[in-house]
RNA sequence: CGGGAUGUGGCGCAGUUUGGUAGCGUACUUCGCUUGGGACGAAGGGGCCGCAGGUUCAAAUCCUGUCAUCCCGACCA
């Protein structure tokens, strides 16, 4: 490719509206372009990263046994109310009517699709199992897009499925799987790590997240993890074992105490003083449901999670243990509506009567003599403990525990006991062990050797395409620009004459441009006739992993030869430098 | 959903307070000159100032509405 006809146009500043580093290297080096908020042009440039990503992807999940097909984008409302997610789905369901007033949406996943497709061609245990994937867009209506391809509402993902007859089967699957998402991530230069998660919308039991681990705030997830052991969790899912795991407030004495606006944990542990993982901290939730089966509204309801004062609500948790669509913190008012009090002074006490759902965090199975909200303006309890709520506080009069806390940096591995540690990451892949979730709703049945009619096996695999080439990105660059790992770049190398008007400087470097070419490199030749900064400054913005550059050097047979993730310029020989490039292209393969 | 900010050639911005028919940088075109890290000079082309109403002799500027974009927040008692 000439640069001077390659379709890009660098810009001298970043965009304005971009705050991750990918978002605003990708726009500025001329590789996307916005068209609406979240919804991008992949250019030229964007296009060869894409396909080469894609391809590694093709190649591996073909290595693997799986097969490609392709799923249309738009689809029928009919098939997501078969399977129930016309409900749940909310508003990232993209929702529309054709001209005979029929409801359709945009894919933003084709777990549906895929199943009615299955449903029609396979009927027999002897064809199973099958994988078959996919790469294609999907459209999910964010809230929030933000940092340019990483959360974009328009995207294009690779989704594998497959189906079993056994969850043996469905197991090995899965570690197949998961191996050849680690060769895949590896082939476009991303260390990953794989880590346990929440199923989310999806659904289904098992899961894993590959996870590409950045320090800055694009990582949307916090993974922790176990040095020694190699646990590591999504904090959405992640457990731990707490460093004291028995707590004693101190107080042997059950006592009703007047605080007047003593509100906040931290307050509460001053003016008591008492560490704040002897305080029994209450925290209201509404959490709102979907339709149910007749399509009626379910009521939001009221959800009060007790919780050890030092630890946070994992909302993700909480969600999952109630069964919720979506769980948001309630307002002041909502607050005096359910409980009858105000803020900073709410518990469980008198609540049996209240339509309140209440639920005990693991992290205060351990707490004695504790101090606790008394459900009455300006006033707590201490020296409270289990043993003292009665039949009217709750129904039963016994806690339920379950786990809806956030694990903390420090606390300890559930399976090995070392100290965990947190990250950032971005989630590139995730793979999921779905089940029967939508084949049994879907009716789609297989036949076994008995005759017998059984729902499909499945699990679901998925990569952002879009999303592992921008965390690539912002993985690899520096203040000049992007540094592409050989593997997923647009070119593998640029050659650049120095003065185009020195005859013998242009003919050298057209030489070598197509020696690289005959050799199977993608090279651009900056055939342009600006000055050398200009094209120095391209080139490093862009990011081409090699630079030949072709100078007055040549005087004494050499150019000069630099990698664009090291800082040394070496001058060789034009052989060696074209040999240089040629040896790590095929290496490649 | 709440709060804040911003919409002016492809990109980055000024002009709005105090209404007078649009400007700077960059990018683009042509010419000259220059050629090792975003040179210089000259001459050009491109915008009904987000959109819709209103006030006015006159609106980028004032008023009303609307749309879009960006940031922050969404209550841990």
Not at 209 to 215: G, K, R, S, T, Y
Request: charged residues 25%; glycine residues 8%; aromatic residues 8%.
């Amino acid at each position: 490719m000439r640069a001077s006809k390659l379709f890009v146009q660098t810009l001298r500043e970043f965009p304005n509206d971009a705050e991750a580093m990918s978002h605003k290297l990708l726009v500025r080096a001329g590789y996307i372009k916005k068209l609406a908020n979240g919804v991008y042009s992949y250019l030229p440039l964007m296009q060869r990263v894409l396909t080469k990503v894609s391809n590694i992807i093709r190649q591996e999940m073909n290595a693997a046994g799986a097969q490609e097909l392709l799923m249309p984008f738009v689809q029928p409302a009919e098939l997501w109310q078969k399977s129930g997610r016309w409900q749940v789905y909310g508003k990232e369901l993209m929702r529309m009517k054709d001209r005979h007033e029929v409801e359709m949406c945009l894919a933003p996943t084709h777990e549906e699709v895929i199943t009615s497709v299955v449903d029609g061609i396979f009927g027999s245990y002897k064809q199973l199992p099958v994988n078959l994937y996919h790469i294609q867009l999907k459209f999910r209506d964010e809230i929030r897009p933000r940092f340019g391809l990483l959360r974009g509402r328009e995207f294009i993902m690779k989704d594998a499925y497959s189906f079993h007859t056994s969850q043996e089967s469905l197991d090995a699957e899965y570690e197949n799987m998961a191996q050849a998402y680690t060769k895949i991530f590896k082939r476009c230069g991303l260390e990953t790590k794989m880590v346990q998660s929440d199923s989310g919308a999806i659904g289904g039991s098992v899961s894993h997240e590959f996870m590409v681990l950045v320090d800055t705030s694009v990582g949307e997830n916090n993974v922790f993890y176990c040095e020694k052991c190699g646990y590591s969790a999504n904090s959405n899912h992640a457990v731990s074992k707490l460093n004291d795991e028995t707590t004693d407030g101190g107080f042997n004495e059950l006592k009703l105490v007047d605080t007047p606006d003593v509100r906040t944990i931290e307050e509460l542990a001053k003016f008591f003083n008492v560490g704040e993982n002897c305080i029994l901290k209450a925290v209201l939730y509404i959490a709102s449901f979907a339709d149910d089966a007749k399509g009626e509204k379910v009521p939001d309801m009221p959800v009060m999670v007790m919780i050890r004062g030092d630890k946070e609500v994992e909302e993700t948790k909480l969600m999952n243990a109630v069964g919720a669509l979506e769980i948001r913190p309630a307002v002041d008012v909502e607050v005096k509506e359910y409980l009858g009090t105000e803020p900073g002074f709410i518990s469980f006490h008198g609540c049996a009567d209240k339509n309140v759902r209440v639920i005990f965090d693991n992290s205060v199975r351990g707490m004695k003599n504790f101090v606790v909200g008394a459900n009455q303006p300006h006033k707590h309890y201490t020296g409270y403990n289990f043993s003292d709520i009665k039949e009217e506080d709750l129904k039963g009069g016994k806690p339920e525990f379950v786990d809806v806390s956030l694990v903390k940096k420090g606390e300890r591995c559930v399976d090995c006991g070392e100290s965990l540690n947190v990250t950032r990451g971005i989630e590139v892949g995730n793979i999921f062990q779905l089940g029967t979730k939508y084949s049994k709703p879907m009716n789609a049945l297989y036949t076994d050797e008995n005759g017998k009619t059984h729902p499909y096996i499945m699990g679901c695999y998925g990569i952002g395409v879009t999303r592992t080439a921008a965390a690539a990105v912002e993985r690899y660059h520096d203040d000049f620009g992007i540094i592409w790992p050989l593997e997923i770049a647009p070119y593998h190398a640029v050659v650049v004459p120095v003065n185009t008007n020195d005859e013998a400087q242009v003919k050298l470097a057209e030489e070598i441009y197509q020696k690289l070419l005959n050799k199977g490199v993608e090279a651009v030749l900056d055939d342009r006739a600006d000055r050398a900064g200009v094209k120095f400054k391209d080139a490093d913005l862009i990011g081409y992993p090699y630079r030949i550059t072709v100078g007055k050097t040549i005087a004494e047979g050499l150019v000069e030869f630099k990698a664009r993730k090291d800082a040394d310029v070496l001058k060789l020989s034009p052989e060696d430098a074209v040999e240089k490039i040629v040896n790590a292209v095929s290496a490649l393969k």
